[in-house]
Structure formats: C-alpha cells, structure tokens
C-alpha cells in the first residue's frame, strides 16, 4: 500500500471528529502498528499565521510566518513527543513515567500519562518554573519534586532513576519524543507546499531541531517537498553552549524553557545546522523580550519567553534573510504559561485602584 492510501485508509477508519491527533494523522510515518495503543489529547495541526509586521521589518520580499505550537492541548510542543513516548510507554506495558523539566515536558508528561492509566514523576529546578506549568503538572496528578539544582541535574538523576527503577523515561532522550514532535515539519511542508527557506527555533536540549530535521528529510525522501531549510536555531546568551561550544554550568536567562548548560541532543542538533548549512546564535534577554512585547502588541500572538528567541533571532540576522524567502518562526509554547512575566513587561500602564464611578473611569481612559 503506498504512504498515501495509507494516509487515506487511516483518516477514513477512525472514528473521531474532527482532527485526530498527529499519531493517526501521520500514522504511516511514525513507528507505530495497527495494534499500538495511541494515547492522544489531539494534538497536532497548530496554526501557521503570517506577521505581516515583521515580514516588513525585514523587507525584500520576505514573508515570514509563525508555527504557533503553544495552540497544544497543554500549551507547548511538547504533546507532539510526548503523545509517541507515552504511547510505545503503554504499549511496552509501562506503569510509571519520568522526567526531568524546565516546566512544559512535565505538564505534557503528567497530562498524557494521566491518560494512559500511568502514574508520572517529575523534577523540576527548586524557583525556576513558570507557574503555568507548575499549576499544570500539579493539576494533572503528576508527583512533583523540585529539586535544589538546575534542569542539568535534574536530567541526571532522572537518567540514573530510570535504570534503577521501574520507570519509563520521556526526556527527549528518549528517541519517540523526536518521532512525534518531528510532525511539525510535516505540518508546515502540509501548509506551504513545501519546506520553508529558513526555520528559526529556539534551542534548549536541541531535541526539537533535531526532530524538525528528521521529519523535512523525511518528506523530502518521500517526495512531499522539493527542498530542505536553513536550521537557524538560537540560544538565551546566559545559556548558549551550542553557540560557545562549551557546556556552561550556571546557566542564566529569563527564558526558563531553555535555561540548559548541556544538552541532551548536543551532536544530533549540531548535525541539523551542519548538514543544512544554518547556524546557532544567542540572542540576549532584552532581544527576547523586545520579541516577545512585539508579538503580542503588533501581531496579537501571546507566547512564553523562550518562544519568543526564534522572532529575536531572526530580526538579529535579518539582513542574512535571502530576497523574497519564506521563514518560519517556531513559537513553541503558550504566553499563558507564564503570566508574571507578561504583567512586568506590560504594554500601557495597568490603572489600578480607579473609583466605581464614570468620571473616573473617563479620567483614567484620559477623556
Ligand atoms: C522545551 C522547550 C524548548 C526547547 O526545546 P528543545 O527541544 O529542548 O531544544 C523551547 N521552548 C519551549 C517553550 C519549550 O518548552
């Protein structure tokens, strides 16, 4: 049966409304049997919006658009890897699953084990987690254990755990993470008609670039588009070891999602910009959030921090950008996640304490 009847048969035999989740969507593509398990929350088919603003910022042609998978059913991308890894989990006949988090792996972890009848495990840095995320994991049922370290240590017990114990791994070492979250790619080249000329994406563990990367060769191969992208990955400053080529042990940024010293997919991220011919850069703080202030007052499009470093990073190389490209710029996560963040960067002033009464409320309007 060729790859497309497949896709047909299987969007044709099931049984949900409406989009089915990105297992069953790019089912002949993914590791998966006619018998696995799929645990699924929908995930899967996020919007790609152009911003019109940006694309003139940087003129020439170029139109740039966003992959705004913060639209996830837990906020992040991270259901894509994990709707995999807790899938081949339950069909492996796992119990418990475990992760170490900057915050989104661990409310995508505890949702979707929650789902399959698992318990979940994770460990986060003692005051380094947005609370959204926080709020999440807690909801979902997940054991919560913040430790006194970084998501570096966390990651190295929870290795450590997995061989002593009966407990599954769902880091982005475990290779159906990539599998999942490598749909993306698929997703866009749906959109488009075919890869973009750029990607830009934030990098933490180097986990998704990996899987972008995967799934736009595999579609090439496949011959669903024509050309690859430029893997154009960025980095907070506080925390740019793919940048230095040095593993930095205190890392530092607001942009907590990628706040990570030595990444877990270091070769395999490497190897995407290498064989693409992009490029790693950091982008500071103050990049970030200028990015992320432009989105949400120019473009209506709320993200998180991290998110934000693949706008930033581009406006930073923008003269780079070849005429008349087409870029994508991932947004890997929900701006809801973290509100405190949003309310200390906040647009106009926030008028607090206004009396009940018309007059007043017209002074403060300025009328
Ligand atoms: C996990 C995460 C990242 C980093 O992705 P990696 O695969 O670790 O490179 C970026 N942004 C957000 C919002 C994340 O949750």
Known sequence: ???????????????????????EAYRAYLPVTATTPVVTLHEGNTPLIPVPTISAEIGRGVKVYIKYDGLNP??????????????????????????ASTGNTSAA???????AGMRSYVLIPDGYVALGKLGQALLYGAEVIAIKGNFDDALDI??????????????????????????AAFELVDA??????????PVGNGGNITAYWMGFNQYKQHGKCQQLPKMMGFQAA???????????RNPETLATAIRIGNPVNWEKAIAAKDE????FNAVTDAE??????????????????????????LLKVKDRVPNNATVVCVLTGNGLKDPDTAIANSINPFKQGINADIDAVAAAMGF
């Open 109 to 115: 972890a505890a949702a979707y084990a929650l789902r």
């Open 192 to 201: 488009l008609g075919d890869a973009p000329d750029w990607l830009c994406i």
């Open 276 to 279: 693409s011919g992009g490029e």
């Open 238 to 248: 506080g925390s740019a070891p793919l940048v230095s080529g040095i593993r930095v």
């Open 158 to 183: 929870v290795r450590q755990m997995a061989v002593d114990y009966p407990v599954t791994l769902v880091n982005s070492v475990n290779p159906f993470r990539l599998e999942g979250q490598k749909t």
């Open 74 to 99: 837990t906020g992040s991308f991270k259901d894509r890897g994990m709707t995999m890894a807790i899938t081949k989990a339950r069909e492996a006949g796992a119990k418990a699953v475990i992760c």
């Open 288 to 313: 970030i959030i200028a990015a992320y202030r432009w989105l949400g007052s120019r473009e209506g499009i709320f993200c998180e921090p991290a998110s934000a470093a693949s706008v930033a990073g």
């Open 1 to 23: 049966m060729s790859l497309d009847t497949q896709l047909e048969v299987s969007s044709a035999t099931n049984t949900n409304r409406g989009w089915p989740g990105l297992i």
